[in-house]
C-alpha cells in the first residue's frame, strides 16, 4: 500500500508509507486509516508517546477519531498536517480545530465502578464519550466533549465528581468557546 504525502520540510520531496509499515494503516468502510505518533513530554507517566488513528484526508492532511489519553492540545476530528519521521506520521502542526475537547479522568482501582458510572451519566447526557484504559493502580479515562455539548454543564458535572472523590480531571484541550 503506497501513500503519497508532500514532506512539509522539503516541499518538492515527498514520502509514502512503505508495506513494511502496513499495520499502521489500512482500510475501513472505504477510508483510508493511519495511525499518527505523538511524542511526549518525557517522564509522562511512564509512556514516551501515543498513537492515534486517522483518517487520510490527501496531501500531508489528516482528521484524527480517537480522544487521546496522554496528548494535548489536540482534540477527536482535529484536522492536523502530519510529516514522516523514522517510518512513523507525527504531528507537524494542527490545520483545523474541531471544537471537541478533550478531558482525561484518573480513577482509583478500588472504586466501584457503580461509582463511576453514576456520575458518568451527568457528563454522558451532554452526548460525551469516554474510552477507558483499565489497568493497575489507577485507571484513566479519555473523555471527548462534542462541540454541541454545553460545555459549562460539561465541567459541573466534572467538578462535581471530583468533589464527590470519583475522579480526578484535567483538561488536555479545550476546543470549545468559552464566555469570559
Known amino acids: 500500500m503506497q501513500f503519497t504525502i508532500p514532506d512539509t520540510r522539503f516541499q518538492t520531496e515527498a514520502f509514502s508509507i512503505h508495506p513494511k509499515d502496513f499495520f499502521r494503516s489500512h482500510h475501513c468502510g472505504g477510508r483510508s486509516l493511519v495511525k499518527v505518533l505523538f511524542f511526549l513530554p518525557p517522564d509522562w507517566h511512564g509512556h514516551a508517546s501515543e498513537t492515534l488513528w486517522a483518517e487520510w484526508l490527501g496531501g500531508n ?3 484524527l477519531l480517537n480522544t487521546p489519553f496522554f496528548a494535548s492540545g489536540i482534540s477527536r476530528n482535529d484536522v ?7 517510518g512513523w506520521l507525527t504531528l507537524d502542526r494542527v490545520l483545523e480545530r474541531s471544537g471537541h475537547s478533550t478531558v482525561r479522568l484518573l480513577l482509583d482501582a478500588a472504586l466501584p465502578m ?5 456520575a ?3 457528563v454522558q447526557k451532554w452526548g460525551c464519550h469516554c474510552e477507558p484504559v483499565l489497568e493497575g493502580k489507577h485507571r484513566l479515562v479519555a473523555v471527548d466533549i462534542p462541540p454541541r455539548a ?3 454543564a460539561v465541567h459541573d458535572a466534572l467538578e462535581r465528581g471530583e468533589r464527590a472523590g470519583v475522579w480526578h480531571y484535567d483538561e488536555a484541550h479545550c476546543g470549545h468557546r468559552i464566555a469570559v
Open 61 to 63: 492532511r489528516v482528521r
Open 80 to 86: 492536523v498536517a502530519v510529516r514522516r519521521d523514522d
Open 150 to 152: 454545553d460545555f459549562d
Open 120 to 122: 458518568w451519566q451527568a
Open 114 to 118: 457503580e461509582d463511576f458510572q453514576q
